[in-house]
């Protein structure tokens, strides 16, 4: 069952241009974003285990994770600043949690951990190699990794999204996990930097994910998160639902079911104001 939605989704990521925002950078300048006086998110890149490097060297320097800070720097004032941190020096993540520093202060940060960099991208690796035995291993790597970054963006967002409902005590119903899944969507699905490829990427990694899985079990029920297999069928949901016609692809035989994909627009229209308005009021204001 999970390998049929694999040609959906490939075939829906290649028909974007997956062009990383700020490529050519080879070191992030400082985010761009509000005044000084306002709380924004830091992105910080700590040490990685000889075995994570490759995943970590590759997604640096394709700029997306910098540009899904500054995405939310521009837009959000936070009420300090607070750290997102890709390093393997906590054995914890991809989480939002506090931490108590050398000095005694507590804080709190966003850590991906490079295990998940480098596990990612051999889940997308494996994927591949299931829709394109042919592809040499370099050409299978290369694009492993680009996926592997795509999706990393959608679970820093995802995390993010934790970060503001905590800061800036945005109400939730519902489980939270979904909210800000909901969240990632609509941040990068309605910037040009990104579009919907993050939330496709991130599909087919939890696709990944379930296979490894197997069969949920009473304690994936249980769980905060919604069981893996829904979570991408949800991020492809929206996607469809934010342009019918242009991934129409992503319906039918080897998608989703057309039953559900009838309500995929309304949803996406509903998610767009939702988080809209709650976003608003902590908007950055623009000097005069």
């Known amino acids: 069952m999970h390998f049929r939605l694999l040609p959906a989704l490939l075939t829906a990521l290649c028909a974007l241009a997956v062009t990383f925002p700020g490529a050519a950078a080879a070191a992030d300048p400082p985010a ?74 507590r804080t709190k940060l966003i850590h991906m951990p490079g295990s998940f960099l480098t596990d990612t991208a051999r889940t997308m690796r494996r994927q591949l190699r299931g829709i394109h035995p042919r592809w040499k291993a370099k050409r299978r790597n290369r694009a492993a990794k680009r996926l592997m970054a795509s999706a990393t963006e959608f679970v820093l967002a995802h995390e993010i999204g934790h970060l503001l409902v905590d800061q800036l005590e945005i109400p939730v119903t519902g489980r939270e996990e979904d909210a800000v899944d909901g969240f990632a969507t609509y941040l990068l699905a309605n910037d040009p930097d990104f579009g919907p490829r993050s939330a496709l990427a991130a599909a087919l990694q939890f696709v990944g994910m379930a296979q490894d899985g197997g069969r949920p079990r009473i304690e994936d029920y249980a769980d905060e998160h919604s069981v893996t297999m829904q979570r991408a069928y949800q991020f492809m949901c929206w996607v469809y639902g934010s342009d019918r016609k242009r991934y129409r692809g992503l319906v039918g035989r080897d998608g989703l079911p057309r039953s559900r994909a009838a309500r995929c627009a309304a949803e996406w229209r509903q998610l767009n104001s939702s988080w809209s308005r709650l976003l608003a009021p902590h908007e950055v204001v623009p000097a005069a």
Do not use: C, H, I, M
């Not at 890149?45 to 075995?51: M, Q, T």
């Not at 997604?59 to 750290?83: C, I, K, T, Y």
């Not at 931490?99 to 202060?105: A, E, H, K, S, T």
């Open 32 to 105: 761009t974003g509000p005044p000084a006086t306002t709380g924004k998110l830091v992105l910080d890149w700590g040490k990685f285990e000889r075995a994570n490097r490759p995943a970590a060297r590759f997604l640096r320097r394709s700029g997306g994770v910098r540009a899904v800070v500054e995405a939310v720097n521009r837009r959000l004032s936070l009420p300090e600043d607070l750290s997102v941190l890709f390093s393997d020096q906590l054995d914890v993540g991809p989480a939002y949690f506090p931490v108590r520093l050398v000095d005694g202060r």
